[in-house]
């Protein structure tokens, strides 16, 4: 197998359309959505839409996920002791596109409690994971990674809500290979 060289007339083209063919293939990985949260230092709920998260140990039980260094968000984050990892649920995807949106209450019309830790629980998510965050950072490339050590969590059994090629998508059992 051959990996696909870009030609010399892609190779001239912007920085742009590079990035736009990057996001097409790193696309074809299905990931799941999830709305990170914590409260901002004067009680404000904070959270934002990530797919970049991962588990890293079950012990000790330790997460990350990262964010893009141009955030309004990130000094939320830095300073914050916990947040959550919020899985969210088949029928959330308007939850998500709220929590992608800049510049609008990301809470408003949201159903959401505040959790151990003081971090916003999203109602009807698939998952939750409160964590405190670890004092190391990551700077990678345009992102950070944050490291989190789970002190709780629980799964509701929900079907969760995936994101592949561009959409939110939900997983369909029927379909997979024998």
Do not use: K
Request: net charge positive; glycine share 10%.
């Amino acid at each position: 197998m051959t990996l696909l060289r870009p030609s010399a007339a892609e190779q001239r083209v912007g920085g742009a359309s590079r990035t736009a063919r990057l996001r097409r293939t790193l696309g074809a990985f299905t990931t799941g959505v999830t709305v990170v949260t914590t409260t901002a230092e004067d009680g404000t709920p904070v959270g934002l839409t990530v797919n970049s998260f991962t588990s890293v140990s079950l012990e000790p039980p330790l997460i990350l996920w990262c964010l893009g260094r141009r955030s309004s968000l990130l000094g939320a984050f830095e300073t914050a002791t916990h947040f959550a990892v919020n899985v969210l649920s088949l029928g959330q995807s308007a939850t998500a596109r709220r929590f992608a949106t800049s510049g609008v209450d990301r809470f408003e019309d949201v159903e959401w409690q505040l959790g151990p830790g003081g971090v916003p629980l999203v109602d009807g998510a698939a998952a939750w994971l409160v964590c405190r965050r670890t004092p190391v950072r990551v700077p990678a490339g345009d992102h950070v990674v944050f490291f989190g050590e789970v002190l709780s969590h629980r799964a509701t059994g929900a079907e969760p809500l995936v994101f592949a090629r561009g959409q939110y998508r939900a997983l369909d059992p029927d379909r997979l290979d024998p």
